[in-house]
């Protein structure tokens, strides 16, 4: 069980151009987040998903988009990498359907350090 | 939207003391978690507590929901406790597990 997993640990970009990161869960859960942490901040939610299929914007979508084709996997794009962009992203996951409603325990991946010049 | 504010910012004590920590929250919450991230960036979950006291070990957490406010309490600190502790909370009508995090607080502990 390998619970939350991050594709890659590391990127560098330039201004401009785009990339995807990838984010799988094998722990069946129902909803997925992309989180962006910046130095000395807490954890701001970019994008989120309650299920296959959906997705919904979090507090700081502007430059970002996803995709939840597959329940286990879910994909943060930057079409057009900008400076302010160079962040950590974390990747979440939460909620068994069959267990009782109020278990939303978020379980993380290691995190995506991108550096964006 | 609703504010998270935790308390204190930085902390530093001395291996085998204890300590208390404290998020303030603005609104009604149904979901509250705390995290711990460690000093290479992963961050754990210790505690889902909307309401009520749970203790696991050493660590121990209350959530007050009608004064909104929770505490993370550490007793008997060792060094692999150190890092960057944030409490994070849910609200609103709907039930997406969305979480709103504080600026966390920093927690040095010495040999």
């Known amino acids: 069980n390998a619970g939350v997993t991050q594709t890659p640990k590391f990127r560098v970009l330039k201004t401009g151009q785009s990339m995807t990161l990838l984010c799988a869960q094998d722990m069946n859960h129902e909803y997925m987040y992309w989180y962006r942490q910046d130095p000395g901040m807490g954890l701001r939610l970019i994008h989120y998903?309650?299920?296959?299929?959906?997705?919904a914007k979090g507090e700081v979508p502007d430059g970002y988009n996803v995709s939840r084709l597959k329940k286990q996997n879910f994909l943060l794009g930057l079409e057009s990498a900008a400076p302010s962009q160079t962040s950590v992203y974390f990747c979440?996951?939460?909620?068994?359907?069959?267990?009782?409603?109020?278990?939303?325990?978020?379980?993380f991946g290691p995190g995506t350090r991108l550096t964006v010049l | 939207g609703i504010q998270v504010e935790q308390s204190p910012p930085d902390l530093i004590l001395q291996e085998g003391a204890n300590s208390t920590l404290r998020c303030n929250f603005s609104?009604?919450?149904?979901?509250l978690q705390w995290f711990h991230q460690n000093p290479w960036g992963q961050l754990i979950n210790l505690f889902y507590?909307?309401?009520g006291t749970k203790q696991n070990g050493r660590l121990s957490a209350t959530t007050v929901a009608t004064e909104r406010y929770s505490l993370l309490y550490i007793s008997s600190s060792q060094t692999t406790d150190s890092g960057v502790y944030f409490c994070?909370?849910?609200?609103?009508?709907?039930?997406?597990?969305?979480?709103?995090f504080g600026q966390g607080t920093t927690l040095q502990v010495k040999p």
């Open positions: 979440a996951s939460s909620y068994e359907l069959d267990l009782p409603l109020g278990t939303d325990t978020q379980y």
């Open positions: 507590i909307p309401s």
């Open positions: 609104d009604s919450v149904n979901n």
């Open positions: 994070a909370v849910g609200h609103g009508s709907s039930n997406t597990g969305k979480l709103i």
């Open positions: 998903s309650v299920g296959e299929g959906t997705t």
